[in-house]
């Protein structure tokens, strides 16, 4: 066995201690020296090999030492040196094995639960992903939009083409644009690149139906609530000023898109709901003379005033422009007070007091003042013909362009020729019917069989009812001297008429050759009196024709009543019609010079 240096092991034991190291070598105490040996080569002996450490766990138990070997007696050549130091001698070592340290069960556990901690750590840091995911339906961390989701994935750097969107969905619970599922969930531990689909709320259900109430007997706090529990889409509620319908009442409401009996929570429904009467206000009046009124009623308008219009009539001024104003230019009015503005109506047209004019005096005015419409009426009176009696407008009035104007004219007296003994022989009712006509104009004259004349006469071979005798005895004239040209407007006419005895039989007429349905008139037709009544009596099946006596000068032909509308220029044909009335006027005659075969009336 090789020697071994204990001294120098020593050395490097201190010298280790002293750096704050532990060395373990084998000390003095290791070691026992053996008998000396016979002095000889000692033989090679093998070093010991080390025993393994046992677990910490298991107790080092100690290893029994080698026996030592017997000792040999000295020889005799070589005495035993028993009183001299052992180092001087050949000695030999033996190692001798200790126990080992044992460790404390508490410190193992220790060590063990310190090597695992630092295994979960490698784990979770190299291993474990990192991003958590957050919870966008109920918005712990973040709201409940794709922009809150666009902002987190920039911020943990997630790939835009893992985050997918799938199809809205309807929901009365969460708000249209809201996020309102995950695929995800909240909590997660995902990696960048790890798929998520969010579902967006498409909000309530548009078709869902709902029941319409009675909207005008709700206030606006009712319709609100009412709209708010059946999730209404599109409802809006406005306001606005009322004098007529108490505040938070209903004014009016519409319905589009659809109706009330089919009102579904996507129907538009626009309610208008009264603010009550608007608080007055202070209005600073502006000048609006020589503007137009539209200007003024627009201003009225804005600044919730009440504009009064009175329209005059103004030479000066034109139609629709201002004159004048109720309160003038600078001045304050409250709010819904009135203001008055006089308006021109433009130039009017007076009324004259046309009563006397003339025929022609009248149709003088009338050509002058083309903006009255006049209506003309005629009547019997014993003013000339032609003149004006009565006007349906005040005189010196002012009226606008168009106005109507009601006149009536005169047609003198009733002419009766009697001296021609124009009634003699014909039928009393032909006479009865010409007193009808000109009582229908203003005329009272009566005709029938008065006093004597009540006996009718006999044997005359005349029909029955043929004049026979005419006087006007029993009226404003005096016995036997024949009717009054002309007749007073109560005159009272008296006729005999023929009992029919003495006359012949009927013979059957001839067939008559019905009347043509219209003829002319012509400017030979009319050139006198003689040629007008030849042409009524040639055509009496197609027109009646009347003749009035008058101051006229000459002879006026109508078509119809009197007027200048109706009157007929007797330098051209004329037309008529069956059925046409003629109105002939001709001056007025002395008895004497009375045509003598005027045309029965």
Known sequence: MAKKDFMSELAAQVAAEKRGERTNIDGIDNFKPKNRPEMKDPEPEEEP????????????KPQPTAPAEPQEEPSAEEPADDDGPDSFGEETFVKIDKPKRQIRKPVLIGLIAAAA????????????????????????????????VSNWARQYQISTTSIAQADPQYSDTVAKGDIMAQSVEAGTRIKKDTPITFT???????????????????????????????LLLN????????????????????VKNGDEAGFTRGTTLNVVISKGSAPAGQVTVTSFVNKTYAEASSWATTNKVTAQRVDTYSDMVAADTVISQSIAAGSTMKQGDTIIFTVSKGKGITIPNLVGYSAEQFDAWQKANTGITVVPTTIYN??????????????NTVVDSGTVLEVTTSLYLPILQTDSQQWIKKDYLALKAWVDD?????????????????????????????????????????DNNGCDRPLSLNARIAYRISDGTGAPEA??????TPAPSQVTLTPDDMKDLTSIQNFCNANSGT?????????????????????????????????????????????????STSPSDSPNP
């Not at 784990?123 to 918005?139: L, R, S």
């Not at 139906?209 to 009412?226: G, H, L, N």
Request: with cysteine; hydrophobic share 35%; aromatic share 8%.
């Open 235 to 254: 409802y809006k509620a406005t306001t606005q000023y009322s004098d007529t319908v108490e505040e938070g009442n209903v004014i009016s409401y519409e």
């Open 507 to 512: 013979t059957a007429a001839p067939t008559a």
């Open 49 to 60: 090999q080390p025993e393994e450490e046992t677990k910490e766990t298991e107790e080092v």
């Open 438 to 478: 000109v009582n229908s104009h203003g005329a009272n004259i009566q005709a029938g069989e008065y006093g004597d004349f009540a006996n009718r006469a006999s044997g005359t071979g005349d029909k029955f009812g043929t004049i026979e005798e005419i006087a006007c005895s029993f009226g404003t004239s005096n």
């Open 543 to 591: 027109v009646s024709c009347t003749f009035k006596g008058g101051s006229d000068s000459g002879l006026n032909i109508y078509l119809g009543e009197v007027s200048k509308e109706t009157k007929l220029s007797r330098d051209e044909n004329a037309t008529l019609v069956k059925g046409a009335e003629l109105t002939i006027v001709y001056q007025a005659q002395s008895s």
């Open 382 to 395: 014993e003013a000339p013909v032609g003149q004006v009696l009565s006007q349906s407008i005040a005189a």
């Open 117 to 148: 901690a630092v295994v979960v750590l490698l784990v979770y840091f190299f291993f474990v992903p990192k991003i958590v995911m957050p919870d966008f339906v109920n918005g712990t961390e973040y709201d409940h939009t794709l922009t809150a």
């Open 200 to 230: 967006l709320s498409n909000g309530p259900d548009p078709n869902v139906a709902v029941s319409f109430p009675d909207i005008r007997s709700m206030t606006k706090d009712e319709i609100d609530s009412w709209a708010k529990e059946n």
